[in-house]
């Protein structure tokens, strides 16, 4: 089940029918159809072919035939992905006080999972078509599309082919490995499934060193791994990913407090940097959706073209965790309240977000097309902080010494970001390659650059060229760059 069936790597495994959508909770309201969709032309499958073609996102493995739900980066993707978490490690860290950083390992000590709950609950009811095409669905999935669509949960049939569906059984989504050379069940470690429980583990390393005290947080950002049952959802849910969480430490009154500071503080993370606010919107949990860590938990969710999905949850975890880990490892982990002189074991507001769905999110956001005369234009309007690409620098002939003038222009700014240096091909291609990744700015260098060393600037957005001195062009464009911007999608 594991391997790409050919018609999934056609679209590069985006599911065809909502009831997979996500692989999570699909839309609550049930409908497909919402207003802010209205005169968006993005597509996932638009989406899927552009990161193909620009080396954004691939399946990984692809000469053998792929191997499901796992895709590998290129260039451009590694470049946007960086900026993403640059952007996150600038709010946890940059812009405040209280939040200090960590990288704590992929393999812990078993005993981590057991305190956490993970090896008994982290399971998902899994059940197989019995008919023709023996696929695996997630139980829940199928049976909350049924719901929505006004049919009896209890008679979901095979959404492929209409066959029987087996008895469920719960499926664990660690990945087990072994360490050393036997394999017997004392060696037996697993892939985090998130990174959130090395920051409860080192609770008590980091609140000795880092000078901090409740209300406090610790961020970070790695890989996990989780084997998802349900296939095909490009790099919306994948095998294995990166989660951004940062899980903040407060005195138990205060949980109210952060829980709302936090919601909001996540969902404007998102908008400051151009997801449109019509396309965003915090959900809270149903009851029966909450873990069973969290008193209350709201999604940061965006309008995909197939609906809203999950980007990102904020949870109250209370103090499950660090109570969970003091009785598992047998130690105290509290911390002494100057104020009321006891001690207490501190409450935990949890921001987790995925790198790639909100890389995904970017990408669907910023697609737009337009009519450019009379060709169509396919742009990434991305916020130009997360940009691959800031600038562009091409010089209009590969001759009469503009190349050499262009390059020393590159050169001038490569301090204010990535930059790149292109001479191939027509200048109007040069330009739809550069509006393809998102490059906010392209500069030319002409004939006129040789005789009074000014250059033309291009707006990737409103098209619009200026005429710049090249001894001006670095102090303004990093101006651009810091200023905030808004999508132009959003009209
Ligand atoms: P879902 O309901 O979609 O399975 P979740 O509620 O299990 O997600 P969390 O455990 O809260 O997810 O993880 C926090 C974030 O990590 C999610 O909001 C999502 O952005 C990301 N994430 C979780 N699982 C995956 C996955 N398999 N692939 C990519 N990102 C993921």
Known sequence: MLWHSPDESANGGWPSGREQLGGGRASPSGDLYDPAMATDVVTMDKIVALCKRRGFVFPASEIYGGIANTYDYGHYGVLLVQNVKSEWWRAMLQDRDDIVALDSAIIQHPAVWKSSGHLDGFSDPLVQCLGKCKK?????????????????PALVRCPECGGELSEPREF????????????????????RPETAQGIFVDFKQVLAVSRKKPPFGIAQIGKSFRNEITPGNFIFRTLEFEQMEMEFFHPPA??????????QARFDWYTEL????????????????????SSRTADVEYLFPIGWSELEGVADRGNFDLTQHAAGAKTKIEVYDEATKERYVPHV?????????????FLVDAYDEEEVEGDVRTVLRLHPRLAPVKVAVFPLV??????????????????????????????????????????PWCVT?????????????????????????IDDLPALLAGRLAQPWSSPKAG
């Open 349 to 361: 507001i949890e921001p987790a977000a995925g790198v790639g769905r909100a890389t995904l999110a």
């Open 172 to 191: 664990n989504l660690m990945f087990k490995t072994q360490i050393g050379t036997v394999e017997d069940t004392a060696s037996t470690v697993y892939l």
């Open 445 to 469: 260098v002409d004939h006129q650059s040789l005789e009074d060393r000014t250059v033309t600037v291009r707006d990737r957005d409103s098209l619009a060229q200026e005429r710049v001195a």
């Open 254 to 263: 205060e949980s109210t407090a952060w829980y709302e500071h936090w919601k």
């Open 136 to 152: 695996r669905f997630r139980l829940d999935h199928l049976q909350e599309a049924a719901a929505e669509r006004g049919e009896d």
């Open 274 to 293: 151009g997801i449109r606010a019509d396309h965003l919107r915090l959900r809270a949990h149903e009851d029966d959706e909450l873990s069973h860590y």
């Open 398 to 439: 590969k001759k009469d010494g503009q190349p050499e003038l262009a390059k020393e222009v590159r050169d001038a700014l490569r301090r204010i970001g990535q930059t790149e240096y292109d001479e191939s091909g027509a200048i109007g291609k040069r330009y739809r390659r550069q509006d393809e990744i998102g490059t």
